[in-house]
């Protein structure tokens, strides 16, 4: 009984002194307190000190109104919100406004201005991110109200020559609705009214942009005159109420949906709230136009999205952070933003949480294959998935001999193992990712008698292939930064008998430019660059007085067969390239000094 009483009172005291409410009150109760086809005139109401005052005696307050008091407002008690939410509820019940006089297409975002004063007070606290006015918008939208049974019958059809049709006209075709989730639903129930029956009639949004509206008092009349003029032939009737109240619809869907008995409907309340729109459209009203645009894109680990944050983002970090827990939980759960480069010999990489739960340790799951590691621990990179793809598809086969000089923890030698049956001989210097590499071998059944892991410098790993009862059919070394370096270490394989058939392959991805000249211009490509880095690696020239250039065909004539292509770029100027090439026996006898003539 108390709360009810106070409503009375309160709802006397405002009626007493003609007071409607408006968003005044808080940012945080703007699409409560401004729901209803029309905008409440009179006074408005703000917190000073802990107590409420009234403010601007028959005024229309309108956005600017709005936005001039933003920055002074404190956030209301729940208690006395709610009895103001219930006030506005009746306000908007018993508008003194004509309805007929509203705008039907009526948006009602904050203006640039508030945003801005917005921003200065949210932005530090990201965790206010929700309470931003902008983020919540009303749009009223005509109607078309037709019977049940011919919804599915309108909304198909359609001429060849696109007329006809009311596809054109649907309010799925408005900007406002583009990137929300859930979509729009585009047919309603009709609101009870005592001519129709509840499930007789349906409700089709129309685009407020190209179709007028119909006031409610008229859409009232509306449905009266229909009832009462049982005589009328119904089909005329329809298409005379249409031609007055949609003008700007072409005739042939007028009639098309006079034929069905459609009428003008009421104006319905489309409210679109944080909850439904996109990072990109949230952040795009959240930071300020230095901080434009925002982040587009991430990097999915398990429960983790990786940014690579630009400076123009960092004061909003956190922000940014917070946005992306929210509207994509609960596939992600942590955000982080990497600091720093790739660095040091385990290849890992310091970064900082900017929202939701201090969790690095990740599940991975890749093409059917569980992986399981901390990504503050290993090196980490989803977009080589393509090219574990590729060498699954292009280049191992069933039963293959497969060394990983770089293995991290086992995405590629796991997947080769457990689908192809591959022995798999791994190493990594990191000892974390070779715990994580042996761990995530067992996870998915492989056998430890054909999954040997070491660790140990790469170069001896390459050097000690030479012990195994069979050279490797594939050896792969993804260590772009450094992975020619460590091709000498090949010398050390034994010549290749005559008569065999295993010629090993190897898969190797460095960083590569292209040379510029005296005059700017590319004297070596990229990917001249990079085979020319592998050939210095396998044949280093020692003390040439002048280096040479462009050697792939050198290589080739050792039956080296050296192919190459661009992965993907790093940095302006600077590429990821990845160089095959096969390990023949006039290869191995020329690094070894038994100079051949080729």
Not at 169 to 197: G, Q, S
Not at 265 to 284: A, C, D, E, W, Y
Not at 573 to 580: E, I, N, R
């Amino acid at each position: 009984m108390i709360p009810i009483m106070i409503d009375i009172l309160l709802l006397s005291f405002f009626s007493l002194f003609k007071v409607s409410i408006s968003a005044e009150v808080h940012p945080s109760m703007f699409c409560v307190l401004r729901t209803g086809p029309t905008l409440f005139k009179d006074e408005c109401i703000r917190r000073r000190n802990g107590r409420y005052r009234v403010l601007s005696y028959g005024k229309n307050i309108g956005s600017h109104g709005i936005t001039n008091d933003i920055k002074h407002q404190t956030r209301p008690n729940s208690f006395l919100s709610k009895r103001l939410g219930l006030l506005a509820t009746i306000n908007d019940n018993t508008s003194h406004e004509d309805p007929s006089s509203t705008s039907f297409s009526q948006i009602t975002p904050l203006s640039s201005t508030a945003r801005q004063s917005s921003n200065e007070k949210i932005i530090p606290e990201e965790s206010k991110w929700k309470e931003h006015p902008s983020l919540i918008e009303l749009v009223n939208i005509p109607t078309l109200s037709v019977p049940s049974n011919c919804v599915h019958s309108l909304l198909s059809s359609r001429n060849t020559n696109n007329t006809g049709s009311l596809s054109s006209y649907l309010a799925t075709n408005m900007e406002e609705f583009d990137d929300i989730h859930p979509r729009l639903k585009l047919v309603r129930d009709l609101p009870r009214t005592p001519e129709y029956k509840v499930n007789e009639r349906k409700l089709i949004l129309l685009d407020p942009n190209k179709v007028s509206s119909v006031p409610n008092s008229d859409w009232n009349k509306i449905n009266h005159d229909i009832s009462r003029d049982c005589n009328e032939n119904k089909s005329d009737r329809s298409l005379q109420l249409l031609q007055r109240f949609f003008p700007s619809i072409d005739k042939t869907t007028l009639e098309l949906m006079a034929s069905t008995s459609a009428l003008p409907g009421p104006v319905q309340n489309v409210t679109i709230s944080q909850g439904q729109r996109s990072v990109s459209f949230i952040l795009n009203k959240l930071l300020p136009k230095e901080a434009l645009p925002p982040p587009s894109s991430f990097e999915q680990i398990g429960h983790i999205a990786h940014l690579n944050l630009k400076s123009r983002h960092m004061p909003y970090r956190k922000m940014i952070g917070s946005v992306m827990v929210d509207r994509y939980s609960p596939r992600i759960k942590t955000v982080v933003n990497k600091v720093g480069e790739v660095s040091g010999p385990y290849r890992t990489y310091e970064m900082e949480i900017l929202a939701g739960i201090p969790e690095m340790n990740v599940t991975v799951v890749e093409d059917g294959v569980t992986l399981k590691f901390d990504l503050e621990r290993v090196y980490w990179c989803s977009r080589l998935s393509g090219q574990r793809l590729r060498l699954f598809e292009d280049e191992f086969r069933a039963g293959d001999i497969i060394a990983d000089a770089f293995c991290g923890v086992g995405a590629l030698c796991v997947q080769a193992a457990s689908k192809l049956n591959c022995t798999i001989y791994a190493n990594d210097l990191n000892p974390d990712a070779v715990k994580y590499c042996r761990e995530n071998a067992r996870i998915n059944g492989v056998k430890a008698s054909k999954f040997k892991v070491s660790c140990d410098d790469a170069f001896d790993f390459i050097q000690n292939l030479s012990l195994i009862p069979s050279l490797p059919d594939h050896l792969v070394m993804n260590y772009p930064l450094d992975s020619a370096d460590f091709l000498g270490s090949l010398r050390w394989w034994p010549s290749l008998e005559s008569g065999s058939s295993v010629v090993p392959k190897v898969h190797l991805y460095t960083f590569s430019h292209a040379d510029i000249d005296a005059n700017g211009n590319n004297a070596r490509d990229v990917l001249d660059v990079a085979i020319d880095m592998v050939a210095e690696g396998l044949l280093p020239e020692g003390g040439a007085v002048e280096k040479s250039y462009f050697r792939r065909e050198y290589l080739d004539r050792l039956g080296c067969d050296v192919k190459a292509h661009i992965i993907r770029d790093v940095a302006p100027g600077k590429v990821v390239v990845y160089v095959t090439f096969k390990v023949t026996k006039p290869l191995l006898r020329m690094m070894q000094g038994d100079f051949v003539d080729i």
